[in-house]
């Protein structure tokens, strides 16, 4: 008789080889039949066969087959018959199916699985198929009939993921343990890779014996990619605005975005982000940007229609021209008429381009804004991977966008400010160092590229009286405009007090008094953190050098035997620190003898060690040069690292000396009718000298400068002439008293001489001494 029961409801599937043998037999077969695996492995097929099928099922492989149940009923039900091909194309074994289902509701387990949204696929201990649900159908692109039985390497290319998931359905059938594991791969019926999230199980029967290995894969591409983006996002965050330069942040950007999220990029921006300007107002018209960085999956990027430093203008239909004027993301499709016109206007542009570009099918084009101001503008643009943007892509971008615009934003005000304060700064410095006779001068400033700005560093040579120089060098600490306009200050404050001819300890202390009213402002942040200075003052007539520091660093003496030394002098507290002494020394130097001031950026790194550098600064000072200038370049070469960290002035003076010869001094009694004889002596000398034309002149200060020496200073009282660059006349007495211009009424009988002396010298003065006055006037030497 027929048997008939709830088992046969079940699916069964059958693997028979190409003996007849069989050799797979599911759990639907065992139901369907009553024999076990054990039972039914091994058997000729025939022998589970009540009748013998007919021909034209065998023909057709399919039909209605009678099988014999193990308490010797029989079952009748429709089958169908896949063959298995061997390497040499000939069947090696069928794979035999049957629903059974004779009308009947399939079960709620059944329904489940072949309902379920993730792919499930049921294999047995050899990685053959044995059951997949719908969805793993679809994935594979074939029905579940032309799978069962076949082993799964057959089914799918050699590809490395394959053989990844091979070598996890063997460990779960090696070890019987369960696992999960992520692969990113495409699959036979997909046209684009995904992100799969697998777990795989072993199938034990009745006994717990292994009889198969189950799957259920979850398609998790969506979270595969918000997990990509936060990443880039994260990575963005730590490669975009590495450096305060606009280019390299933009390229930096590019770096960021291709391949993994673009094919191809552009960063665009305006011409008054790369300069000094205030942003333009935007305008309905065509928007000019100038391509600053782009990069391609293709090495060479040649799908750029605009070349690097290109200006490009984009008429208001692009969509990096709508991105600019609507100020938002604008996103563009392959078949969307706004897209088609701006490939063709791209291929216009460049046609050699072309043929990289084919396959462009989705682009977005991001506004670079930041705190509310519009810079540039972003593109990109997929070609080989075949996903198009979406929604998703685009609040990515709009974020990743915002974070470039603020690093470009940062790096153009960092830019900005960096040329004000060097502007300022180079305006301040000295530009042509005023000519005086003392000492031959070079000098080198060099800004350093550093993050944190323009320095405070600063120098100057400034000629005094008597045919002497003052030598400064100074450092403000801080960076940046602020630092720059307190050395303009401290620079100018130096001038004045260098003109009142006080000694280096003195002008140091009236200095520290500036710095500390500047660090009582609090707008001022640069000043409360003081400032180092060291003035010199060299006598070309005794060959002297006075000095005094202010926290800075001491020079460098090298003498004309090539010995080099650094002079000891202490080194005081910094400017600002206010109610300590500064202490000055004084040297006498040969003729031609080389002295080198410098800031502390010469020297101090927290790469280098301070003893060692200065020994590298003494052996550059020695190394032979054509001129100063070239000794100030070897020295900088040397000593500097590559990219030093603070900012550095050179100051390099080789001293003179007045001989004898040009010097007459006389010793003045304080007797009115000794003045004659004073200024018969000083024409003498002139005539001796060549300088009868300046006779005249020299007489008449002589005159009036001994005069009154006599008449309101106090002995001893000398006369110095001096030929340098100019003529110098001196007169000096023992009285501390300054004398001053003052405007003589119509019927006063004195008062005019110092006037006089004004409207007849290119300039006059007066200076304290050790013991007194000295009251000077130069006057030009007449023409050779």
Known sequence: MEHVSTAAQEPAAVIIDAQGAVTGWSEGAQRLTGLTAGDALGRPARELLAEAPPPEALTALTGTAVLRHQDGSTVAVPVTACALLGADGAPGGYVITTSASDGAEPSLAELAFQQASMSMSVFDTGQRYLRLNEAACKVMGVPEAVLLGRHFPETVGNEEHSRGFLWHLRQVAQTGAPLRYESYAGAPALNREHSW????????????????????????TEQYWARQRLALLNEAAAGIGTTLDVVRTAEELIEVVVPRFADFASVDLFDWVLGAEEPPALAGTDVALRRIAHGSATEGT?????????????????????AILEGRVVHSQAGEPAFM?????????????????????????????ARGTTLGVAVVVRMGQPDDYGADDAVFAEELGSRA??????????????????????????????????????????????????????????PLSGGRVALVVGDVVGHGIPSSATMGRLCTAVRTLADVDLPPDELLTHLDDLVTHLAGDDTNEVA????TCLYSVYDPVTRRLALAAAGHPPPVLVLPDGTT????????????????????????????????LYTDGLIEDRDRDIDHATGELCRALTAPAESLDALCDSVLKAVLPEDPGDDVALLLARTRALGADRIATWDVRPDPEHVAATRQ???????EWGLDEAAFVTELVVSELVTNAIRYGAPPIQLRLIRDRTLICEVSDGSATSPHLRRAHAYDEGGRGLLLVAQLTQRWGSRQTGSGKTIWAEQPLPPT
Request: charged share 20%.
């Open 197 to 220: 999230t697998t777990d795989m199980w072993p199938v034990r029967d009745s006994s717990g014996r292994l009889v198969g290995t189950a799957l259920a894969a979850f398609d998790s």
């Open 302 to 322: 040649p799908e750029a229609a605009v070349h690097l430093g290109e200006l490009d203008h984009y008429p208001p239909f692009s969509p990096p021209a709508r």
């Open 341 to 369: 016109r701006w490939v063709a206007e791209r291929n216009a542009r460049s046609p050699a381009g072309r043929q990289y570009r084919v396959g462009a099918h989705s682009m977005m084009a991001v506004p670079l804004r």
């Open 405 to 462: 615009a603020v690093c470009v934003d940062n790096a153009r005000r960092f830019a900005r400010e960096r040329t004000t304060a060097l502007t300022l700064q180079h305006n301040l410095l000295p530009r042509g160092l005023p000519g005086q006779a003392a000492v031959e001068v070079a000098h080198r400033y060099r800004p350093s590229g550093s993050q944190a700005g323009i320095g405070g560093d600063w120098f100057d040579v400034i």
């Open 528 to 531: 409360e953190l003081g400032a």
């Open 565 to 596: 030394q650094v002079i000891e002098l202490s080194a005081g507290p910094p400017l600002g620190v206010g109610g300590l002494p500064f202490e000055a020394v004084e040297v006498e130097l040969p003729e031609n003898s080389l002295v080198a």
């Open 681 to 687: 002596a000083a024409t003498e000398q002139l005539t």
